[in-house]
C-alpha cells in the first residue's frame, strides 16, 4: 500500500497508517485489495473527521495491476454510503490520478426521530423541505412504478399521506401524462394540504385520517400511499382490505411505497432502520411488503416490487379476469388471509 504522507505512523488493520503532517489522512490507492482501502479507512474516521484517498481516475480506465478491473466513480461513492459519509468533488492532482476528500454525514434529519407527526410533517418543518422529486434514487423508481400502473386518461387516483403532492407532480411528469385526472388526497396534516391545494389547485384534497375513509369516497383507477403504512396508529392492513373492498374499480392499480432510506443534512442513504437502533435493517419493510403482497396476490392482483430510497410494490388487476385464474385463487386463499397475521 503506498502512503504518501510523512510523519507518524501507527499499526492499523491491512497494514501501518501513516498520518500526515496535514490533520487529514490521506491514502494513495495502488495495488491493494479493496478490503485494504475500507480497513484504513475505517481505522483513519476513528481518529478524524475526514479522509483523502488519491485514486486513479476512473475515467482513464486504469486498474490495479493484480488484474482488478479499473475502479469506477460508483465504487468511491458506494464507498461513502457503507461508511455514512459525504464523497467531496474530487480534484485532479497529477495526470491521472484524483484525489476524494470523504467527510463523515451530518445526524439524521430531526423527523426521522420520535417528534410528533404534526411537528414533524408541518410544511415549515426540515421534512417540508425534502424534495424527493429531485433525487434520481426517489424520482425514477417513481415514474416506473406509476407507469406499471397507469391510471387511464380521465381516471380518477387517490393519493393517501398526500402531504404537499409529491405523487400528484409525479403524475403529471408521465410521458405522456394521463389527461383529465380527478385526484383528490388526503392527509391529516392541514398544513401540508394547504401548500398541496396551492400546487395543484385542480385536485381536491380532504383532510382527514386515512383510518376513518367514508365509504362514500368512492372507486378509482388507482390508489397511491408512499410513506404513510408504517406511521404510527395507521392500521395498515385494515386499511389495505378496505382499499381492495371499497375503493378500487375493476382493473385498478396500487403502488404502496415504505421508506427505505433516512436523510442526512443534505445526503439521503439507502436502507430502513427500525427506531432506537444505529444499523440499518430491513427486517419490518421486508416482513410488511410480504404480507402485503400476499394479500394482493390472494386477491387477484399482479404485483411487482422496486424502488431504491422508497421501495415501491406495484399491483394491478386485469378488469377480466380468466376462469383458470379464477381458480387458482380460490385454491390460494384456502391459506389464511395474509392480512390477518
Ligand atoms: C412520511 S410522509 C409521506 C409524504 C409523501 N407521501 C411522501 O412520500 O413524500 C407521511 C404523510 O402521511 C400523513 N399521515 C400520517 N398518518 C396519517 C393518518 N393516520 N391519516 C392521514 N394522513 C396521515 C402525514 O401527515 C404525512 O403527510
Known sequence: MRRRDSGRTRDAPGGTLRVGDEATPRLAVGDEALIEVVRWAREALARSDAFELEVPD?????????GVPPRSWRAWVDLAEVLACRCHTPERVAAGTVRVRF???????????????????????????????????????????LGRVRPPDGGRVLVLGCHRGDEIEALGALDPPPRSLAITGVDRSGRA??????????????????????????????VV????????GVDDKALLRRLVQHHLEAGAGLLLGLPNSRFRGNEVTWGARTRNYRASDLSLVVRDLATYRRYLQQHGFV????????????????ACDSAEAKVGRLRRRRTPDATQE
Request: proline share 10%.
Open 58 to 66: 476512473p475515467d482513464a480506465g486504469v486498474g490495479p495491476s493484480s
Open 103 to 145: 467527510t463523515p454525514l451530518a445526524p439524521e434529519a430531526s423527523w426521522h426521530g420520535g417528534i410528533g407527526d404534526a411537528e414533524r410533517y408541518d410544511p415549515a418543518s426540515s421534512f417540508g423541505a425534502v424534495r424527493k422529486l429531485e433525487h434520481p434514487g426517489f424520482l425514477v423508481p417513481l415514474l416506473e412504478a
Open 193 to 222: 394540504l394547504a401548500v398541496a391545494r396551492a400546487r395543484f389547485p385542480l385536485a381536491s384534497f380532504v383532510e382527514g385520517d386515512v383510518n376513518d375513509l367514508p365509504p362514500a369516497l368512492g372507486r378509482f383507477h388507482l
Open 225 to 232: 400511499a408512499i410513506g404513510l403504512l408504517q406511521s404510527p
Open 303 to 318: 404485483t411487482h416490487v422496486g424502488g431504491r430510497y422508497d421501495l415501491l410494490l406495484t399491483a394491478w388487476r386485469r
